[in-house]
């Protein structure tokens, strides 16, 4: 992937790994499909891309590191983006109780109530990803699909917090 405005590298902070499979799937699954598409474009930094992207949580803060994609890595100069987590907290919390229902339901309910209790699920998550976009629109420019992922990220590094 070489083109100027994409990620093509992501690590998660190394506290994030998480005993539960369906946790560890959602991260892997968008890690996956965040480097396959997205466009990640930082506002006034004059380094283009591909991007490599590191995010931890810290302070009740999300930082996501950027730099160019370079060799060695610690040769290139670094962008960190620092957000407050409190705008994400109410969305976050209900985003999880959606999922656990979810995650309930798909082993003994009904194929409408899991599709029911999804569209509520994928809607919590459209607003988050909102929400990201907003707090970093003036600092980096993302698409739709590249704030889903990344607000898919968020939240598995909450879960550590």
Not at 108 to 122: H, N, V
Request: overall charge negative.
């Amino acid at each position: 992937m070489d083109q100027p405005y994409t990620i093509a590298e992501v690590t998660l902070d190394e506290h994030t790994l998480h005993p539960r499979p369906e946790v560890e799937h959602e991260r892997a699954v968008a890690i996956f499909d965040l480097l396959e598409e997205n466009m990640f474009r930082p506002v006034d930094w004059p380094h283009d891309g591909p991007y490599a992207l590191t995010l931890s949580l810290a302070e009740s803060r999300l930082y996501i590191d950027v730099r160019p994609v370079c060799e060695p890595p610690d040769a290139c100069e670094s962008l960190r983006l620092i957000l407050p987590l409190k705008s994400f907290r109410s969305i976050v919390r209900d985003y999880f109780l959606v999922c656990e229902s979810y995650y309930d339901a798909i082993k003994t309910a009904t194929p409408s109530q899991i599709e029911a209790i999804d569209m509520g699920r994928r809607a919590l998550h459209n607003e988050g990803s909102d929400v990201l976009r907003e707090r970093l629109a003036d600092k980096v420019e993302i698409d739709h699909m590249t704030a889903r992922r990344l607000f898919t990220l968020l939240c598995v590094l909450y879960l550590k917090t």
